[in-house]
């Protein structure tokens, strides 16, 4: 088999019966995306606390010098380990000779992006008009080499559906990184124990990882290998960086055109909308392209998999960019302070964005799963061609809030329709997932019209965030779920019963 056919080719295994393949793939699935999503859930309720926490502690400044130095991370983590993690998840040759190149490639390159990093953050600084943040960039692009490091390691896991070793190394690092954010906090570090928090973290992160992976952080090198990695992951880098560019753009328009402290703001807005997007999206990529790249032999069945795991994104999704979109004020101005005000109307349209990216997400890993990663490249360029002018025109014209309305928008007109009509390609049936959306979409309107009347007639903050939050996940559901309203248990019971016994029958 060639070195380009080993990234190709899924053979099907006839060894055991199909039923039985469906079978174990299934507890399989089940049992990485309960490990992950329920560590992904929760260190996003963790970081909820601390970002209370440090709201009251630092300033909008603080949080806008780190952005600006995050930023440059933020894009350069896409490319950071070239691909090479996508690579040996689905490589079907020699997976030995497979990671060592891998790892030798993904270090190699890391270190070289910190090099860069390093020399060029003065310029970057001054150009930015935040000299400080120099300093601050130089330390943070420490967690290039510590993710170029760790990249094979946590892809072999990935490979083995191991998710619950790796969400356990990620719930030890999480007390890790939090401690020593909120103590450089209170000890008055300012924007620097956000760095401190993070890097430290990555570095508890890399340990765990180092200590679970063992001898499969050997360097080595084959050419063969290497020039095969190359071709499948290269192009998959340069989407990385592209998608990552476009999430970052708005951080560097801001910061840029109106500056630091506006960033700052803007810079919450985003993490906060962010919590449910990296959850959701984080939980099943670590399952979806591993299980989608099985299914590649199968046209039908991969269909039918994305098209029911596109539609229970959507139904998960909806309530939760409602609540955020919609009782953005009274949350952010209770749970980090009313200084954070002025970031209420940016969550609102990022919490849109939100909820596009996590659709997109699977999409993707579809996509790259069947190998079609130059697709993705092409549908993300056209994305960032439609953005880059808007995000410009928007922070010329208006403020914090009309930037993440420009940012919202093209991801809901160009961006999605895009993407999904990209996954025609590899043969999902638009045609057959739009009915499936009808139910959801009006359950999601009646839900955000009912959540807007209940705050209208309501006055503090806390009523308006506890009334609305209820009415907008009962009408939601009540719409979208109807059979867990408007069914006894018992009936409910009966009908799962029944479902059992049709399945036993097909058997």
Not at 106 to 135: H, I, K, Q, R, T
Not at 142 to 153: M, Q
Not at 227 to 236: A, D, E, G, W
Request: proline share 4%; charged share 15%.
């Amino acid at each position: 088999m060639s070195g380009s056919d080993t990234l190709t080719s899924m053979p099907v295994s006839h060894d055991e019966d199909d039923h039985d393949v469906d079978s174990n793939r299934i507890t399989r699935v089940v049992r990485g995306l309960s490990w992950t999503l329920g560590s992904q859930l929760f260190s996003r309720g963790i970081n909820v606390v601390m970002g209370a926490v440090l709201a009251r502690i630092l300033v909008p400044e603080d949080y806008g010098v780190f952005g600006l130095a995050l930023l440059v991370i933020n894009i350069l983590i896409g490319i950071n380990d070239v691909g090479m993690t996508m690579a040996v998840v689905r490589w079907r040759g020699d997976i030995r000779t497979a990671a060592r190149t891998a790892v030798t490639l993904a270090v190699v390159v890391s270190v070289g992006l910190y090099a860069v990093v390093f020399v060029g953050a003065p310029a970057y600084a001054s150009y930015m008009d935040a000299p400080e943040a120099a300093s601050m960039l130089r330390v943070l692009a420490l967690v290039l080499v510590l993710d170029g490091i760790t990249a094979v390691p946590s892809a072999i896991l990935i490979r083995r559906s191991q998710q619950p070793k790796l969400a356990r190394a990620e719930l030890l690092t999480l007390p890790v990184g939090v401690a020593v954010t909120l103590g450089s906090a209170l000890a008055g570090a300012g924007g620097w124990s956000l760095v401190a928090g993070q890097l430290v973290g990555n570095v508890t992160m890399a340990v765990a990882l180092i200590v679970l992976a063992g001898s499969w952080l050997r360097p080595g090198f084959d050419r063969a290998t290497a020039r095969s990695m190359i071709v499948f992951s290269v192009p998959l880098a340069t989407t990385s960086l592209v998608e990552y560019v476009l999430l970052n753009s708005d951080y560097f328009v801001v910061g840029r055109l109106l500056g630091t402290t506006a960033l700052g703001y803007y810079v919450l807005a985003f993490n906060v909308s962010s919590w449910p997007v990296t959850a959701v999206t984080q939980s099943i990529r670590r399952v979806s392209i591993s299980e989608f790249a099985a299914m590649q032999g199968s046209p039908e069945q991969l269909d039918r998999a994305f098209r029911s795991g596109f539609v229970v994104l959507v139904k998960v999704m909806l309530p939760l960019v409602m609540g955020l979109g919609l009782l953005a004020g009274p949350f952010l101005r209770l749970v980090f302070g009313g200084q954070w005000a002025p970031a209420a109307p940016v969550l609102t349209w990022l919490a849109v964005l939100g909820g596009v990216r996590v659709a997109q997400g699977l999409v993707f890993d579809v996509l790259v799963a069947v190998g079609r990663s130059a697709t993705t490249l092409v549908v993300k360029l056209v994305w960032f061609v439609a953005l880059v002018p808007a995000l410009l025109m928007a922070a010329h014209l208006g403020d914090i809030e009309t930037v993440a309305l420009a940012q919202a928008a093209v991801g809901v007109v160009v961006s999605l329709p895009l993407f999904l009509m990209a996954s025609r390609l590899v043969g999902v049936r638009l045609s057959a997932l739009w009915p499936q959306l009808v139910r959801p979409a009006i359950a999601g309107v009646c839900a955000g019209v009912s959540g807007v009347f209940v705050q209208t007639m309501l006055g503090t903050d806390l009523t308006r965030l506890l009334a609305g939050g209820v009415v907008i996940l009962v009408v939601y559901t009540a719409i979208a779920f109807p059979g867990l309203m408007w069914t006894s248990p018992r009936s409910r019971g009966r009908h799962r019963r029944r479902r059992l016994r049709m399945r036993r029958a097909q058997r």
